[in-house]
């Protein structure tokens, strides 16, 4: 399926090339009516959207919800949740999820978190590469006060980015932080006033898709691999990397407009 075929096609999930610049695509959560609860349709909806963008030209994704929605995502519909057998959730959590999809992807993924991130909301802001937020959010992992845990890789990757006491914290009191505090222990990585975000968001994200895609896969891999191998596994896998892009047309381009000081012109090869 391709971006053009998405257009319109789906019920909680639109799909905006070229948005918010050249060589994005923005993926908008747009169930308001249910705070943007993920039932079966809105997993689904997602994950054919970031299969179709991982096919295009697209160089970086974008992640957000409506400007109707009063939130980023919610997490789980609890209500579709309530009627599962374990064997049921377990089949419904089968991998790929959209944790994993996103975490996975070989674009870069920016987060633009306009709403609270609560539950899977959260757990999806933690899985996109980068995270700015609106001012006003709210970010909260409250699995234990419905006698759950984050299923959505909350206690995984919460750790890895503000450490175990902070995420200890939040996933056993199940409070909510605001965005001045996700972003004073590494939570996000900018907040903007509700009035600028578009304008942080699209800094960042016009700076991304100007490199060549060719090398912010292998960057983006590499960077992965830091917290899944020890340091000299992860050196060689560095260079590895790096040589194989040596190699490439977009490096031969890129060194070559860098000496004649003009914009390299990137064909991801």
């Known amino acids: 399926m391709s971006l053009a075929d998405l257009d319109d096609s789906f019920e909680h999930v639109k799909v905006k090339p070229n948005d918010p610049v050249d060589h994005a695509v923005t993926v908008v959560f747009d169930r308001p009516e249910a705070r943007n609860a993920m039932n079966q349709t809105l997993r689904q909806e997602t994950r054919e959207s970031l299969a179709a963008i991982e096919d295009s030209d697209a160089r970086v994704i974008v992640i957000t919800a409506s400007s109707e929605s009063s939130v980023f995502l919610s997490g789980a519909d609890i209500k579709e949740m309530q009627e599962r057998t374990q064997i049921e959730q377990r089949r419904a959590g089968q991998t790929p999820r959209i944790f994993e999809q996103v975490g996975d992807h070989p674009l870069p993924t920016v987060a633009r978190v306009n709403g609270h991130a609560l539950g899977g909301g959260c757990e999806l802001a933690l899985a996109c590469d980068i995270r700015i937020a609106d001012s006003s959010v709210l970010f909260g992992l409250p699995e234990v006060t419905l006698g759950l845990l984050p299923g959505g890789g909350g206690t995984q990757r919460l750790p890895r980015l503000v450490g175990e006491g902070k995420a200890m914290q939040m996933v056993l009191t199940g409070d909510p932080i605001d965005a001045t505090e996700a972003d004073e222990i590494g ?63 977009d490096s031969s381009e890129g060194i070559a407009a860098f000496i004649e000081d003009r914009e390299p012109e990137w064909e991801g090869k």
């Open 187 to 249: 939570l996000v990585e900018k907040v903007a006033d509700p009035d600028t975000l578009d304008e942080a968001v699209t800094d960042v994200v016009e700076s991304i898709a100007s490199n060549s895609p060719v090398a912010l896969r292998h960057a983006k891999q590499s960077v992965q691999s830091s917290h899944e191998m020890p340091l000299s596994a992860g050196l060689d896998h560095e260079f590895e990397l790096f040589l194989g892009l040596f190699a490439s047309e």
